[in-house]
């Protein structure tokens, strides 16, 4: 008896897998032949057309920048600037590098672009002449460069209707085929189907009811019952035990979830609640002295930046925040320790600009910046600095808060390196002193955010010696 179940399920699966392989093979290489060459012409006419776009908008930006002579307008050259170099790799990529009409097309491009950051460069020396002469240039290339894209792109027209023929004429004879694979497919389905029915019809029919029942999520039914004493009786088991296997698991994470939804709540609340007085108290008591010295001027400024701190402080936590707006924080939080502490304490940034525009977890710089000041050099009297770098490496931004405290041994910094990595359970970083803090949010919930957010453990760095200071460095990738 297994030998017959065997022997008739082998010779069915082996003939109809065949078939079924062969067919769906055959028709998805083809069609994946098909589908690759649509996309690629396709990816060529968006290219060129973005190219057409850029070209256009780097004639327009630094038009503008000329005019009026604002940053916002010459940050929206570099953007179309890099947009263009982008595209021109692209290109690379997905043309025929040998053309001789490709090659002329990407050395316009490359004219486009040097001739423009001639201009900006003559234009930011006050040099009429040389900006304005490279500016005529721009103005002549990009019209070469427009009329060939369309030139391009009239011949890619060209090219993908004789490709589109194609394709339908192969399409109705991959129909005609299909329709035949798949009525000889039937026709021995239901030979071999009826031959090989008898005893399994029925066992096959409930797995079958039972699977479907899964499918829609109904997990719940009596186990199945095979009396037969073949294979289809293990299956029939293996079948149950899935089932009650899913029953659990599918409880389990909704416990889980349920419970990770409420902590999730709890933290969020925790950190808007965790604005500290003590910080508020030193600021406001400073803002009340210089009050009284001087005609407001200052006062007015510092309020100012108590506001925008209070303000970022107590947003929505569960929504990303950008680089950029970190750092303005920082700044704010720099100015208001520089009024408080005077010459006590230099605060220097050296901040690419281009890096600042990444998305990142709420309140990341401002507690390390705290941490930094309150840990490594609030009890200098003299010549305290702690300085915040920005720039990209290798893929990676880098974020470095460097400080000239007292800095630490390698055994205190390998213990923080645990603690905030969540393998030393030891609380007592935890403890430490909070004076000054306007956050009150730990190192330690500061990186786990950060793993959380960019899904990945190398997130955080610590240089630090006894007596030379501290480099806390946060290492974020560009596209998270």
């Excluded at 001789?100 to 020396?125: A, G, P």
């Excluded at 969540?422 to 919930?445: A, L």
Aim: glycine share 4%; with cysteine; aromatic share 10%.
């Amino acid at each position: 008896m297994l030998f017959r179940i065997r022997s008739k399920l082998l010779l069915y699966f082996i003939v109809l897998v065949v078939l079924l392989t062969s067919v769906g093979f055959f028709f998805y290489k083809s069609s994946e032949k098909l589908m690759s060459e649509y996309d690629k012409g396709f990816e060529r006419f968006l290219l060129l057309n973005d190219i057409y776009q850029t070209s256009n908008l780097i004639t327009q930006t630094l038009h503008a920048y000329i005019l009026d002579k604002e940053d916002r307008y010459l940050d929206d050259y570099l953007k179309a600037n890099i947009r263009l170099i982008k595209d021109q790799s692209d290109l690379n990529k997905t043309m025929n590098t040998n053309d001789i009409t490709l090659i002329n097309y990407k050395n316009m491009i490359d004219s486009l672009l040097h001739e423009s950051d001639e201009t900006v460069d003559y234009f930011q020396k006050d040099d009429i002449n040389q900006y304005s002469n490279h500016y005529n240039e721009v103005l002549k290339i990009a019209d070469f460069l427009q009329e060939s894209t369309l030139a391009l792109l009239n011949n890619k027209l060209t090219d993908y209707q004789k490709f589109y023929n194609q394709m339908e004429s192969e399409n109705y004879y991959y129909k005609l085929m299909s329709l035949f694979l798949l009525a000889a497919a039937f026709f021995l389905s239901t030979l071999l189907a009826f031959w090989i029915s008898g005893g399994i019809t029925k066992p096959i029919s409930m797995l079958s009811e039972a699977a479907k029942q899964i499918s829609k999520g109904n997990l719940s039914g009596n186990d199945i019952k095979v009396k037969t004493n073949d294979e289809l009786r293990l299956l029939a088991a293996t079948f149950n035990q899935m089932r009650r296997n899913l029953r659990r698991l599918v409880k389990e994470i909704k416990h889980k979830s349920e419970l990770d939804k409420l902590l999730k709540e709890l933290e969020l609340k925790s950190l808007q609640n965790q604005i500290n007085p003590h910080f508020l108290f030193n600021t406001l008591n400073t803002v009340s002295k210089m009050a009284y010295l001087e005609n407001a001027e200052q006062t007015s400024r510092l309020i100012v930046a108590i506001a925008a701190m209070l303000r970022y402080n107590l947003g929505d936590l569960d929504k990303p925040s950008t680089l950029r707006d970190e750092v303005r924080i920082v700044q704010e939080y720099f100015y208001i320790q520089q009024t408080r502490f005077g010459e006590r304490i230099q605060f220097v940034t050296e901040i690419q600009d281009d890096c600042l525009d990444i998305e990142i977890p709420r309140l990341i710089l401002q507690p390390l910046i705290e941490n930094a000041f309150i840990h490594g050099v609030e009890s200098y009297e003299e010549n305290a600095e702690i300085r915040l770098h920005i720039y990209r490496k290798e893929n990676q931004i880098f974020i470095e808060i460097i400080d000239n405290g007292d800095g630490m041994d390698e055994m205190t910094k390998k213990r923080l390196l645990q603690y905030m990595e969540g393998v030393s359970e030891n609380d007592e970083f935890e403890h430490e002193k909070s004076k000054g803090h306007s956050t009150g949010i730990g190192v330690r919930n500061v990186v786990r955010r950060m793993q959380l957010f960019y899904h990945r453990n190398n997130i955080i760095e610590i240089d630090s010696e006894l007596k030379k200071g501290t480099n806390f460095r946060l290492k974020i990738p560009e596209v998270a």
